[in-house]
């Protein structure tokens, strides 16, 4: 993935990859890589996927745990996913639950003086507003699917994922 032009905060681009993450995988149960990977086809255990968005790069990750004869199958779904995220609309309802699923993360960020301070030093050590889960929380609510699928066209490219498997070979 190649790095938005600012990292988080200042560059509205990352919100829309953000909440398309949580479209595909960011949520587990609720997600569109759970429903294919796991729900649809039984390929998969488990399925996530996350950003780290860094200063001068950034990596966009989709892990997940299955038979080793299964890895090639789902590692093309993944494909075929972070794909149809790039040239279709989120539909309604996926855009509405990621939204709600982002904005719930919000407060439960808080949730604990540890998670406070901790948050605090991040925003501080990024040079981002201390109100800036507040900031967030509107962006999100702001994002249209199209702006989604923009971002996702933009920073994202399918065709050079780096795989890393862990485990015995397929038979």
């Not at 790069?57 to 299955?66: K, L, M, P």
């Not at 981002?128 to 962006?139: N, Q, W």
Request: proline fraction near 7%; glycine fraction near 6%; charged fraction near 25%.
């Amino acid at each position: 993935m190649r790095k938005p032009s600012a990292s988080r905060g200042s560059s509205p681009e990352y919100y829309a990859l953000e909440l398309g993450n949580h479209v595909l995988g960011g949520a587990f149960y609720a997600t569109r890589l759970f429903r294919d990977l796991r729900e649809e086809t039984g390929l998969v255990y488990t399925v996530s996927s996350t950003f780290d968005v860094g200063v001068t790069r950034s990596i966009y990750g989709v892990t997940f745990g299955c038979d080793p004869g299964n890895v090639e199958k789902a590692s093309a779904i993944v494909i075929r996913d972070l794909r149809q995220m790039q040239t279709t609309p989120v539909p309604p309802e996926e855009l509405r639950r990621a939204k709600a699923l982002l904005l719930r993360e919000i407060p439960l960020s808080q949730s604990s003086v540890d998670r406070i301070a901790e948050k605090l030093i991040y925003l501080s050590t990024h040079f981002l507003p201390l109100d800036e889960p507040v900031s967030a929380a509107h962006k999100y609510v702001a994002l249209s699917a199209d702006e989604v699928k923009a971002a996702y066209a933009k920073w994202l490219r399918p065709a050079d994922l780096v795989q890393v498997t862990q485990g015995p070979p397929a038979k």
